[in-house]
């Protein structure tokens, strides 16, 4: 932080270097021409001095413009070349001073004026050299007023002397007032830049690290993607079916899984419902799919009930161990056994339930309202198990509640189980690969310009 503050004071200290150094050696260079240029007035005003007052001039001058040419191989800081003319002009304006009559001291007087108001106004130097040039020319008009002039000090002061030594005192205070602000100014300046470099720089490391978190997450989407049944799995243990599957973020906390027993002809199917979304959701996803391979193996458990039971156990057990004991963490899940041979399908839900279209009927087997996760009583209340004989053109739709959640329609309001039950009723009849666009265009024209909420995640399946 030093450091950085010690940039910040050096890069000041150089940008108010260069702009005094353009002010200053343009004024020089001003003060070069003009002074010689002046002496028309000299020979306007005062017909028997005008020439020595025009040698003068052309010394000082010259003096300047030597000033000039040489900073730069001596290398003279600006401040000092301008203030070379300026106290040669003091002493010069003193000279002249008093060679004069007080008629032309008072039309001198504006002269004098100009140097010190010009110096206000455009010099960029430190207070020190304002007072050196006040207290020379004070000095020098002392030694040649004395020396030269026929005035007493009440006729000097009269005919200007008293308002020069004003203006020559506001003058100081105006030099100061303006290498203050330009001081200010360029600081400002400096640390608005900085602040800005830095805002640039922060906005690139956090879209370089938002590129890096979601190449990590676009990776992380592939993986979770991998553990998804394969397609041709479904098809080749279903007559038809359909997967809705729509993540809200780039992960999902929504699953579906699908396992087999090959030496009993049993298929299982299931709908899970993590708790959250994105990373979080998703991380639970992982967790619950390996659950659930390792206890779906087991063929001692020969109900979905059992199979669920089995699952809340481990998932309170794995959160247990990972110092997580909130009771909202776990997963809902829809969890379907087909006995192929039998014709049967045997049922258990943790909060999500199975809908079942028959001879354009819908009828609902309900879940348990208990969670995949902790549970006060889980113990002594296991999950309820409903066997289903199946019968020829029967459909089968289990899901998370990210559909049924959806705000939208023109109060803003969820969808609700009522109106996707009306929608899958209206899509029964089509095969179940068309009922996928059914569903995409009822959540659209339904949720409209909002935002999604949630994952979702429907299937349908024929047996």
């Known amino acids: 932080m030093e450091?950085?503050?010690?940039?910040?004071?050096?890069?000041?200290?150089?940008?108010?270097?260069?702009?005094?150094?353009?002010?200053?050696?343009?004024?020089?260079?001003?003060?070069?021409?003009?002074?010689?240029?002046?002496?028309?007035?000299?020979?306007?005003?005062?017909?028997?001095?005008?020439?020595?007052?025009l040698k003068v001039r052309i010394v000082v001058s010259a003096i300047t413009f030597?000033?000039?040419?040489?900073?730069?191989?001596?290398?003279?800081?600006?401040?000092?070349?301008?203030?070379?003319p300026f106290l040669l002009i003091s002493f010069q304006n003193a000279f002249m001073w008093s060679l004069m009559d007080a008629e032309l001291l008072q039309k001198h007087t504006l002269a004098y004026m100009?140097?010190?108001?010009?110096?206000?106004?455009?010099?960029?130097?430190?207070?020190?050299?304002?007072?050196?040039?006040?207290?020379?020319?004070?000095?020098?008009?002392?030694?040649?007023?004395?020396?030269?002039?026929?005035?007493?000090?009440?006729?000097?002061?009269?005919?200007?002397?008293?308002?020069?030594?004003s203006v020559a005192i506001f003058s100081i205070l105006l030099i100061q007032?303006?290498?203050?602000?330009?001081?200010?100014?360029?600081?400002?300046?400096t640390q608005?830049?900085?602040?800005?470099?830095?805002l640039s720089d922060q906005k690139s490391i956090i879209e370089a690290n938002n590129q890096n978190i979601k190449a990590s997450i676009e990776y992380a989407k592939r993986i979770q993607e991998a553990i998804l049944p394969d397609n041709e799995l479904l098809e080749k243990h279903l007559t038809e079916h359909f997967v809705y599957f729509k993540p809200k973020d780039i992960v999902s906390g929504d699953f579906y899984w699908f396992g087999r027993r090959e030496a009993?002809?049993?298929?299982?199917?299931?709908?899970?419902?993590?708790t959250g979304h994105g990373v979080?959701?998703?991380?639970?996803?992982?967790?619950?799919?390996?659950?659930?391979?390792?206890?779906?193996?087991?063929?001692?458990l020969t109900t979905p009930a059992e199979i669920l039971f089995e699952l809340r156990t481990a998932v309170i057990e794995a959160l247990q161990q990972s110092g997580q004991v909130d009771n909202n963490e776990g997963m809902d899940v829809a969890f379907c056994m087909i006995d192929h041979d039998r014709q049967q399908i045997q049922f258990a839900g943790a909060y999500n339930p199975l809908y079942l279209i028959r001879n354009g009927e819908l009828q609902e087997t309900k879940a348990d309202r208990m969670p995949i996760g902790n549970y006060h009583d889980r113990n002594e209340k296991p999950f309820k198990n409903t066997i289903i004989d199946i019968e020829e053109g029967d459909t089968f739709y289990i899901f998370s509640d990210g559909y049924i959640d959806q705000f939208g329609g023109p109060r803003g309001k969820k969808l609700s189980s009522k109106r996707f039950k009306q929608i899958v009723m209206e899509l029964d009849p089509?095969?179940?690969?068309?009922?996928?666009?059914?569903?995409?265009?009822?959540?659209?024209?339904?949720?409209?310009?909002?935002?999604?909420?949630?994952?979702i995640l429907v299937m349908g399946f024929r047996v």
């Open 3 to 53: 450091k950085s503050t010690q940039n910040n004071t050096l890069s000041w200290e150089e940008e108010l270097h260069k702009t005094a150094e353009n002010y200053n050696i343009k004024v020089s260079w001003v003060a070069v021409i003009f002074n010689i240029l002046f002496f028309i007035t000299d020979y306007i005003n005062t017909d028997q001095h005008w020439v020595t007052f």
């Open 66 to 84: 030597a000033a000039i040419m040489l900073r730069k191989p001596l290398k003279i800081a600006s401040q000092q070349v301008v203030f070379v």
């Open 114 to 165: 100009a140097l010190f108001i010009g110096a206000g106004m455009l010099i960029i130097w430190k207070i020190r050299y304002s007072v050196i040039i006040v207290i020379a020319s004070i000095l020098a008009n002392v030694f040649f007023l004395v020396r030269n002039s026929q005035l007493d000090l009440e006729q000097i002061m009269a005919s200007g002397g008293l308002l020069t030594g």
């Open 177 to 189: 007032t303006r290498y203050n602000l330009t001081k200010r100014e360029i600081i400002a300046r």
């Open 192 to 198: 608005l830049a900085s602040s800005n470099q830095i």
């Open 264 to 274: 009993s002809n049993i298929s299982m199917i299931a709908a899970i419902d993590c």
């Open 280 to 300: 979080p959701g998703a991380f639970m996803s992982m967790i619950g799919n390996t659950l659930l391979n390792e206890i779906a193996a087991n063929e001692a």
């Open 430 to 455: 089509h095969p179940l690969k068309k009922q996928v666009r059914g569903l995409e265009v009822a959540q659209g024209n339904w949720q409209k310009d909002l935002d999604q909420i949630d994952d």
